[in-house]
């Protein structure tokens, strides 16, 4: 985007002040472009949690350091000068878009995805039915989530085949002495620690050809040595649509590969079970007093495009619990228009997109854009919304020129409205110190970390507004 070197904007000779909105990877890799076209820019990334890198922190599974090593990648770009970050702060209550106009030449919304999409069968509402995203936010330490989960059942269904529904399903079928050496903190041991699931079963709909693992992440399962991992040789078929998958791509020949490798061995003497069921529709959970004692799945067959259809015939399971992980959803912001069905805010090429006048032309909401999941929805890797930042960064750098300066640009001026307001915010500096302070409690025992889960805790070690 260096054709944009040396543009000033209509803020003039200042340089142009932008608020981006959500501080995990989508957010942070929106400053990085900003930075890379050249422009002169001040950019504030703005967070709800104390902490910032969102998604890294507390989406990603605690046995995932490779993952969560791309935030050496993100460190880099908040160390730079141009930015700030400024946590703690809820977009809609502390600050809301008026304010945000008031003091930028443009704002940004990185809101990420951070709830369950909905699963509509009989029996969800069912105590012992639980959404993937909560169980996520509780065994990664979110402050905002409560600090126990139920965790009796011995035998365990996960619906899904993605990478949120592997992670669920090892986690679960772990002990909570192998995930001690992690980062996670006092209160998810615990937890994890008196969990009394001995089977775990993963279903998806379709075939292996169609699952969405990607193939690092599934042979991870295989590596525990409390995890037996259990594939039925039925549920090995491909059929047209299939096959043409596999040709078309290496993950998904590579992922096929591994799932008929353990499809013809033998089953080991691993204590935990972890069985991968394909072509089983979730129908219906069934329930006893109101809680979870069953699921109920119809088999599927394959239709020559590598879709399927039901075949009418029904198995129940016998579980306590089910988890849903079928995708997360993006939550409506205020003052922004939201499509519900497909959780995003509608927009073209990151412009946010109010309406289409009477002929036909589309009407943007001024100086306002959107980039990662609350863009494009919950698709993809980490790495992909690389690709969004550029685009939106792209629009708003040729929309520059014809922006309505901020009325108050200087950035002391945004402080000085959180400081009047009482809000105690963090900063990059704070960060340095949480950092500190997690590594701290984890030295003693030999861990990387031990993450800080109490708001309250954060916010003591970041020490609010000093930089």
């Known amino acids: 985007m260096t054709e944009h070197a040396g543009t000033k904007s209509g803020a003039g000779d200042r340089p142009l002040r932008i ?46 350091p490779r993952i969560k090593g791309i935030i050496t990648a993100l460190h880099k770009v908040l160390d730079k000068p141009q930015v ?50 909560d169980f996520v936010s509780w065994y990664d330490g ?15 269904a996960v619906l899904g085949v993605g990478n949120v529904a592997l992670d669920v399903a090892r986690v679960l079928a772990k002990t909570g002495d192998e995930l001690l050496p992690t980062e996670i903190p ?14 775990v079963h993963v279903f998806g709909r379709r075939g292996p050809a169609q699952a969405k693992f990607t193939p690092l ?39 096929c590969n591994t799932l008929e490798q353990w499809a013809i061995r ?57 988890y849903r992980a ?24 990151g412009r946010v997109l109010v309406d289409e006048s009477a002929d036909g032309a589309a009407r943007y909401l001024p100086q306002t854009y959107v980039t990662g999941w609350i863009k494009r929805g919950p698709v993809g890797l980490i790495g992909h919304t690389k690709g969004d930042a550029n685009e939106t960064i792209a629009c708003l750098l040729d929309d520059a020129d014809s922006f309505t300066p901020a009325a108050e640009p200087d950035p002391e001026a945004v402080t000085k409205f959180l400081e009047d307001k009482g809000i105690p915010f963090t900063t990059w500096a704070g960060w340095y110190r949480l950092d500190a302070h997690e590594r701290s409690l984890g030295e003693p025992e030999g861990r990387e970390r031990v993450k800080v889960v109490e708001r309250e805790d954060m ?6 507004h000093k930089v």
Request: proline residues 7%; negative net charge; hydrophobic residues 35%.
């Open 459 to 464: 916010l003591r070690a970041s020490e609010p």
């Open 19 to 64: 608020a981006i909105v959500g501080a995990g990877p989508a957010g942070i890799y929106a400053a990085d472009a900003l930075m890379k076209s050249e422009v002169e820019a001040s950019i504030d990334l703005y967070e709800r949690m104390p902490a910032p890198f969102g998604l890294i922190r507390y989406g990603v599974a605690p046995d995932h």
């Open 142 to 156: 979110h402050p905002d989530v409560p600090r126990t989960w139920p965790l009796d059942a011995e035998k365990v």
């Open 84 to 133: 700030r970050l400024l946590g703690n702060i809820d977009y809609g209550s502390d600050i809301n878009l008026e304010d945000l106009r008031r003091f930028y030449d443009a704002v940004i919304f990185s809101t990420g995805a951070n709830a369950d999409r909905a699963l509509g069968v009989p029996g969800i509402e069912l105590d012992g039915s639980y959404g993937a995203a």
């Open 186 to 199: 006092p209160n998810v041991y615990e937890g994890l620690r008196n969990n009394k699931a001995l089977e």
């Open 326 to 349: 079928v995708g997360y959803l993006s939550q409506n912001i205020p003052q922004l228009p939201f499509d519900d069905q497909a959780g995003t805010v509608p927009n073209e090429a």
């Open 266 to 322: 033998d089953v080991g003497d691993r204590p935990h079970k972890l069985f991968l069921h394909f072509f089983e529709s979730p129908a219906e959970l069934i329930g006893e007093d109101g809680k979870v004692v069953g699921l109920r799945t119809e088999r599927t067959t394959l239709d020559g495009t590598g879709n399927v259809k039901g075949t009418g015939t029904y198995k129940d399971w016998d579980v306590q619990a089910v």
């Open 217 to 255: 992440e599934l042979r991870e399962l295989d590596h525990s040595p409390t995890i037996e991992v259990i594939v039925d040789p039925e549920d090995i078929d491909y059929d047209e649509g299939s096959e043409a998958a596999r040709r078309h791509s290496k993950q998904v020949d590579m992922v």
